[in-house]
Nanobody, 118 residues
Framework: QVQLVESGGGLVQPGGSLRLSCAASGSIFRAYAMGWYRQAPGKQRELVARIAPGGHINYADSVKGRFTISRDNPKNTVYLQMNSLKPEDTAVYYC????????????WGQGTQVTVSS
């Protein structure tokens, strides 16, 4: 069992920055691929960025060059640094953990709201 707790969301002006954190507990963090997803009102949840246990990273095209995902295995934490934020980045951001050897074993955090507005 893995518990995920996100933090760091909030209101920011266009062009600003935020850093989201996701603290994991309850299992072997380094065995999980960690991802950030987001869901805007009326839209489907979409992948923002994902980092595998070995460090391989994928980004959505819409955030490449602006967002950076990283993980700190000793701290059981994954981060999403978001720069040059745009109004279209407004969404609830969710942390996700998928076991590298058992993809059906996956967990979600409760979500954190990010609002980009002037």
């Amino acid at each position: 069992q893995v518990q995920l707790v996100e933090s760091g969301g909030g209101l920011v002006q266009p062009g600003g920055s935020l850093r989201l954190s996701c603290a994991a507990s309850g299992s072997i963090f380094r065995a999980y691929a960690m991802g950030w997803y987001r869901q805007a009102p009326g839209k489907q949840r979409e992948l923002v960025a994902r980092i595998a246990p070995g460090g391989h990273i994928n980004y959505a095209d819409s955030v490449k060059g602006r967002f950076t995902i990283s993980r700190d295995n000793p701290k059981n934490t994954v981060y999403l640094q978001m720069n040059s934020l745009k109004p279209e980045d407004t969404a609830v951001y969710y942390c996700n953990a998928v076991h590298a050897l058992s993809p059906s074993t996956n967990y979600w955090g409760q979500g954190t709201q990010v609002t980009v507005s002037s």
